[in-house]
């Protein structure tokens, strides 16, 4: 992923989404492309139209925060878009490319986030940013038993929701489910660009899985830190789950995800439910290396 092509494409992308109307700006007569030209958008942000179009083709040399924050203000950007901004800009400027270490698929846990793990009473997982995940608790592991069972290996949410036919069965919403992941994945390679693991993933996935690919050309980001989940569970049928993700300040890149059912409801039942199913050892899904010990204390 190139930090100068990506950069050019996003702006390209976000402009052709605002309309003059939505701008505060008159539209006459009928328009060649869709959103704004380039000349608006270097208009509302209080720069030249040469600057501008420099930026749109991918060279942010010298661009300050204070020039990023007016293109954004003029792009509408949400918090997620002006983040990604400013992070593909600081990587197509960067002289010396910025690596940074990012988490392997087999990259130990620490003990004491397996305590924490075992002591969170709600399914609970641990991934890293490039949707591998790499432990979980036991009512966790139970939740995503068709994720831990796939062929797909290691167990990766992306590879999973892209390219196991069950993704479509265990997500019902699973096309919602599938952008939100790409949009997360797009965030991800924007803070990280040349983290070649990542790289390789979306490229196996833009290979194997049209929807992917197409998803992925639209340039959208989002934050995946708080949601709802509908799942279709193979033992105790369907789920609502509101989900939370932290990052572990300690830990180069990890995310832990827990899962809760609203009091009193449906989804409360068969979540104390798969809670049963999974106390039973031999009922749980096989263990795999990359979510070795996931279970210990």
Not at 27 to 56: D, F, M
Not at 59 to 71: F, H, M, P, Y
Not at 272 to 279: E, I, K
Request: proline share 6%; aromatic share 8%; net charge negative.
């Amino acid at each position: 992923m190139e930090p100068a092509s990506e950069l050019s494409q996003f702006l390209t992308s976000r402009r052709a989404k605002v309309t003059p109307e939505q701008a505060g700006l008159p539209s006459y007569g009928q328009r060649r492309v869709p959103g704004l030209r380039r000349e608006e958008v270097a208009s509302l942000a209080g720069v030249s139209v040469e600057y501008y179009k420099r930026l749109e083709r991918g060279n942010a040399t010298g661009a300050s925060d204070q020039v990023l924050a007016a293109i954004a203000d003029a792009l509408r950007l949400d918090d997620a878009e002006r983040a990604h901004l400013f992070d593909l800009a600081r990587a197509a400027s960067a002289i010396t490319p910025q690596r940074r270490r990012t988490g392997s698929a087999s990259q130990p846990i620490r003990p004491a986030v397996h305590r924490i793990l075992e002591s969170i009473d709600a399914p609970a997982t641990v991934s890293n940013m490039r949707c591998d995940y790499l432990a979980a608790n036991v009512l966790g592991r139970a939740l995503y038993a068709p994720l831990f069972d796939s062929r797909e290996r290691p167990p990766n949410s992306a590879r999973f929701t892209f390219l196991d036919p069950a993704a479509q069965e265990f997500f019902i919403e699973w096309e919602k489910a599938a952008k939100d992941l790409v949009a997360a994945l797009r965030q991800m390679a924007g803070r990280n660009p040349y983290d070649r693991a990542l790289s390789d993933l979306v490229g196996e996935l833009s290979t194997r899985s049209d929807a992917f690919r197409v998803w992925w050309a639209a340039h959208n980001v989002r934050y995946h830190q708080t949601g709802t989940k509908r799942l279709h569970h193979p033992v105790v049928g369907e789920l609502e789950l509101s989900y939370e993700v932290m990052e572990l300040a300690a830990d180069t890149d990890l995310r832990l995800a827990v899962f809760t059912a609203e009091p009193g409801t449906r989804s409360e039942e068969a979540l104390n439910l798969l809670a049963s199913w999974a106390a039973t050892p031999d009922q749980l899904p096989g263990e795999h290396p990359a979510t070795d010990g996931a279970g210990r204390g």
